[in-house]
């Protein structure tokens, strides 16, 4: 499980872009965002720094929440 601070996050247009961006990655990830906290969480096979990559491609860059 991964927990991340994405300070970029502002919507649900957000979290649905992080949501597709992940399961690019890995079709069967879970990722649930909160938009007041700016935080996702991301339970994944794939490698943390693919989804930290793939994120930062988004607009969303990433850290260790
Ligand atoms: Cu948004």
Redesign the pocket.
């Known amino acids: 499980m991964l927990t991340l601070q994405i300070p ?8 649905r ?1 992080i949501t597709a961006a992940v399961q690019e990655l890995d079709p069967a990830a879970r990722v649930a965002v909160d ?1 007041d906290r700016k935080q996702a969480t991301i339970d994944t096979n794939a490698a943390t720094a693919d989804v930290l990559a793939r994120l930062e491609e988004e607009g969303f860059a990433a850290s260790a929440a």
């Open positions: 970029t996050i502002s919507c649900g247009h957000c979290a872009a938009i």
